[in-house]
């Protein structure tokens, strides 16, 4: 009986033994950290170094589009007079056209980052006349300058309002490898008048004539132009 009781009991002292020692392993291995890990390739990237906040977030902007008045108002932007500049230069309309795309003054949606947009001007006739009714088509390359081309993401028209004004809520586009210039393509076309099929530059690669005038707001661009058709 003696010796019964000895084996169960040496059995006991046993597997206490192996337990604490299994568990004096286990908390010897660190445990791996989550958030203070960062991929270098994430970390490199311009929207990480950048002060420019990204639009993720910015879901609402494109739903239904706030009367002119109110857009210039909020965004606190007054449209400096306009002058009367020479007629839009024509541009081609390269191979990324998708007709009939739909009406947004806003082109900001879920997942969409890069840096913000507001471009704004008139449209006006030759005599300097803003033109209310006058229709624009506006398509662009996002962030990475790759273009939509099966749906309409960041790409839409609208018409200028009564004062001939024009607003887009975008991004700046990106480049891509075939024109390593950024731009934004456009159609205009006055109320009964012809279409012009053009394109938008930026300061940092100017093109005489077609290059937006830029505002810097902090965390994010107001940009100029004012586009003068033939009516
Ligand atoms: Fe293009």
Avoid at 14 to 19: E, F, S, V
Avoid at 162 to 178: A, D, F, H, K, N
């Amino acid at each position: 009986m003696r010796k019964v009781f000895l084996i169960v009991l040496l059995i006991s002292m046993i597997t206490t033994a192996c337990t604490s020692a299994t568990e004096a392993v286990e908390t010897q291995i660190p445990p791996i950290s989550t958030s203070t890990h960062v991929p270098p390739s994430s970390a490199s990237t311009p929207e990480a170094n950048s002060v420019i906040p990204t639009v993720t977030d910015s879901v609402a902007a494109s739903a239904t589009p706030l009367p002119s008045d109110d857009f210039f108002t909020q965004a606190g932007i007054t449209l400096p007079l306009p002058t009367c500049n020479a007629l839009t230069q024509p541009q081609t309309e390269g191979p990324y056209y998708t007709p009939n795309s739909p009406e947004k003054h806003s082109f900001l949606e879920a997942g969409l980052t890069g840096t913000r947009l507001i471009l704004v001007g008139y449209v006006l006739d030759q005599k300097c006349q803003p033109l209310p009714k006058a229709w624009l088509d506006f398509w662009q390359a996002d962030a990475n300058g790759e273009y939509d081309n099966v749906g309409y993401r960041l790409r839409g028209h609208q018409f200028t309002d009564v004062q001939g004004r024009y607003y887009l809520e975008t991004i700046l586009p990106g480049l891509y490898s075939s024109r390593p210039i950024e731009h934004i393509h456009v159609k205009v076309r006055p109320e009964g008048g012809a279409e012009v099929t053009s394109q938008l530059y930026f300061p940092g690669r100017p093109v005489e004539g077609l290059t937006v005038t830029i505002e810097d707001r902090g965390d994010h661009l107001v940009g100029y132009f004012n586009f003068v058709v033939q009516k």
